[in-house]
């Protein structure tokens, strides 16, 4: 597996993050405790900052949906694909950094963090550059891919007023990463707090003071993506990292290209993921009832995000605490912090699960009042709690492939199990065996998901912790 290693940032010296590591001699219940607190100690505020974040799309979501069938569908579209689809490879771009400055953060390299954000933004920005017609041909796009007129000639009108939200990611994700690796989640926590509140107001009032529509829903979402990056910015540069950002400066343009390849790698890696459920809500598009049918699928998905945003937060929280083990040499502590946090999802995965079964034909309310809408979303609500579950394992697994720098091994493993298994058995249950939009999402569910957490599984089950630990500690000083 490729390792890379880095330079690192912050006032962690009390030991909370990378203490020696326990003599096997200790007491396990005082081990997995200690490990618990010092996962929690970034999960915590993580969940909260992920779930105010996607509760900004909710809102959006919910917003519109409220004015009719076409506009959810079409901010659907709009937010989930077009957005989605630039989203997952920028996200998945900037988790190079999970790697490098966690890794960089546990071999006490603290002045590289701030070097590498920098450098994360120039590839980034650059990729929003070269990916920027997806928004400005987004109608036609949507078009050929077999969306009704309507819906598509709305979702063009919203990509393109989501523009600015596209070039926020180039700057928001980097910093995000920089602070996480750091364990300065607390900071995350409580400017996504804020600006969710914001988000609320300005939204309430585009679209019921002022009837924007659903341009104003969109705007909204632009405006707040921005004040985050200014946020979480200003507390980086004016005290909050003094050991880590020391200013710009033109390091960053050099080792470019080595860092593009891990980018890449992890762009790669996530955006298969990513982009394989904006494939579920496409192809319902050749489904009867197409509007219904998507409607239903992305109530069922923004469900599915809103509770992915707690496994999500352990992908992150693992990341940091492998790369900041393996950093400073501890392959033992990388391999318990990777147990502790399986555990720790799959039960919270298991407590959603039940809830979904539960209220099977309620949750959907949030989003529609439309009868026939809620009646399909009922019909799905089995599958929803499936996937809530295998993703309570699935993205905690991929936070320890980050963390261990194994973004290419994961990236060929996607795009076997997604869309050489995945995809094409939900084409057969779903469009061939004609069991509609739950063929197609099954069929992916069982075919591509399962099939790669399996295989990620068994990768880290076999994994020699201690030779990637060398490997770590070997190369960090060889980085620029």
């Given at each position: 597996?490729?390792?890379?290693?880095?330079?690192?940032?912050?006032?962690?010296?009390?030991?909370?993050?990378?203490?020696?590591?326990?003599?096997?001699?200790?007491?396990?219940?005082?081990?997995?405790?200690?490990?618990?607190?010092?996962?929690?100690?970034?999960?915590?505020?993580?969940?909260?900052?992920?779930?105010?974040?996607?509760?900004?799309?909710?809102?959006?979501?919910?917003?519109?949906?409220?004015?009719?069938?076409?506009?959810?569908?079409?901010?659907?579209?709009?937010?989930?694909?077009?957005?989605?689809?630039?989203?997952?490879?920028?996200?998945?771009?900037?988790?190079?950094?999970?790697?490098?400055?966690?890794?960089?953060?546990?071999?006490?390299?603290?002045?590289?963090?701030?070097?590498?954000?920098?450098?994360?933004?120039?590839?980034?920005?650059?990729?929003?550059?070269?990916?920027?017609?997806?928004?400005?041909?987004?109608?036609?796009?949507?078009?050929?891919?077999?969306?009704?007129?309507?819906?598509?000639?709305?979702?063009?009108?919203?990509?393109?007023?989501?523009?600015?939200?596209?070039?926020?990611?180039?700057?928001?994700?980097?910093?995000?990463?920089?602070?996480?690796?750091?364990?300065?989640?607390?900071?995350?926590?409580?400017?996504?707090?804020?600006?969710?509140?914001?988000?609320?107001?300005?939204?309430?009032?585009?679209?019921?003071?002022?009837?924007?529509?659903?341009?104003?829903?969109?705007?909204?979402?632009?405006?707040?993506?921005?004040?985050?990056?200014?946020?979480?910015?200003?507390?980086?540069?004016?005290?909050?990292?003094?050991?880590?950002?020391?200013?710009?400066?033109?390091?960053?343009?050099?080792?470019?290209?080595?860092?593009?390849?891990?980018?890449?790698?992890?762009?790669?890696?996530?955006?298969?993921?990513?982009?394989?459920?904006?494939?579920?809500?496409?192809?319902?598009?050749?489904?009867?009832?197409?509007?219904?049918?998507?409607?239903?699928?992305?109530?069922?998905?923004?469900?599915?995000g809103w509770e992915m945003m707690?496994?999500?937060?352990?992908?992150?929280?693992?990341?940091?605490?492998?790369?900041?083990?393996?950093?400073?040499?501890?392959?033992?502590?990388?391999?318990?912090?990777?147990?502790?946090?399986?555990?720790?999802?799959?039960v919270i995965g298991l407590v959603?699960?039940?809830?979904?079964?539960?209220?099977?034909?309620?949750?959907?309310?949030?989003?529609?009042?439309?009868?026939v809408v809620l009646d399909a979303?009922?019909?799905?609500?089995?599958?929803?709690?499936?996937?809530?579950?295998?993703?309570?394992?699935?993205?905690?697994?991929?936070?320890?492939?980050?963390?261990?720098?194994?973004?290419?091994?994961?990236?060929?493993?996607?795009?076997?199990?997604?869309?050489?298994?995945?995809?094409?058995?939900?084409?057969?249950?779903?469009?061939?065996?004609?069991?509609?939009?739950?063929?197609?999402?099954?069929?992916?569910?069982?075919?591509?998901?399962?099939?790669?957490?399996?295989?990620?599984?068994?990768?880290?089950?076999?994994?020699?912790?201690?030779?990637?630990?060398?490997?770590?500690?070997?190369?960090?000083?060889?980085?620029?």
């Amino acid at each position: 597996m490729n390792n890379i290693n880095p330079g690192a940032d912050d006032e962690l010296s009390h030991g909370l993050l990378h203490p020696p590591p326990p003599p096997v001699s200790e007491n396990p219940k005082s081990r997995f405790w200690l490990e618990s607190k010092k996962l929690w100690y970034i999960v915590g505020p993580s969940i909260f900052s992920r779930v105010a974040t996607f509760t900004m799309n909710v809102v959006t979501q919910a917003f519109a949906g409220h004015l009719g069938d076409v506009e959810l569908a079409a901010i659907t579209i709009s937010t989930g694909v077009i957005v989605g689809f630039n989203f997952g490879l920028l996200l998945g771009m900037a988790s190079a950094l999970e790697t490098l400055c966690g890794q960089a953060f546990g071999a006490k390299r603290y002045d590289m963090l701030g070097i590498y954000m920098q450098r994360s933004w120039i590839v980034l920005l650059t990729c929003c550059i070269v990916t920027l017609p997806f928004y400005i041909y987004a109608t036609p796009i949507l078009k050929l891919l077999g969306q009704p007129d309507d819906v598509a000639e709305l979702s063009g009108l919203a990509a393109i007023w989501l523009i600015p939200q596209h070039f926020s990611f180039a700057f928001l994700f980097p910093v995000q990463r920089f602070l996480q690796s750091q364990t300065k989640a607390s900071v995350l926590a409580w400017v996504s707090l804020v600006i969710l509140a914001i988000h609320i107001l300005l939204t309430w009032l585009f679209m019921n003071v002022f009837h924007f529509g659903i341009v104003g829903t969109v705007v909204a979402l632009d405006i707040s993506w921005w004040l985050n990056f200014v946020c979480l910015f200003s507390y980086t540069a004016f005290g909050g990292c003094p050991l880590t950002w020391n200013g710009f400066s033109m390091q960053a343009f050099s080792g470019l290209w080595e860092f593009v390849k891990l980018s890449a790698a992890s762009g790669v890696m996530l955006c298969l993921e990513n982009w394989y459920y904006r494939v579920l809500i496409l192809m319902t598009a050749f489904l009867k009832n197409a509007t219904i049918a998507v409607d239903a699928v992305s109530i069922c998905m923004n469900i599915n995000g809103w509770e992915m945003m707690i496994p999500l937060a352990f992908f992150a929280g693992i990341g940091v605490r492998v790369s900041n083990e393996l950093g400073a040499g501890n392959g033992n502590g990388a391999k318990y912090a990777t147990f502790v946090a399986i555990l720790h999802s799959t039960v919270i995965g298991l407590v959603f699960c039940v809830l979904i079964v539960a209220f099977h034909n309620k949750f959907a309310l949030i989003f529609s009042s439309s009868t026939v809408v809620l009646d399909a979303v009922d019909n799905m609500a089995w599958l929803l709690a499936f996937t809530i579950l295998l993703n309570s394992v699935q993205p905690v697994i991929s936070g320890v492939a980050v963390g261990s720098g194994w973004q290419s091994w994961v990236a060929y493993i996607n795009l076997g199990s997604y869309y050489l298994v995945g995809l094409p058995l939900g084409i057969v249950l779903g469009l061939i065996l004609h069991l509609g939009v739950e063929g197609i999402w099954g069929g992916m569910i069982f075919g591509g998901t399962a099939l790669q957490t399996i295989i990620l599984g068994v990768m880290t089950i076999r994994c020699d912790w201690e030779n990637e630990a060398q490997k770590a500690v070997a190369k960090y000083s060889n980085l620029k």
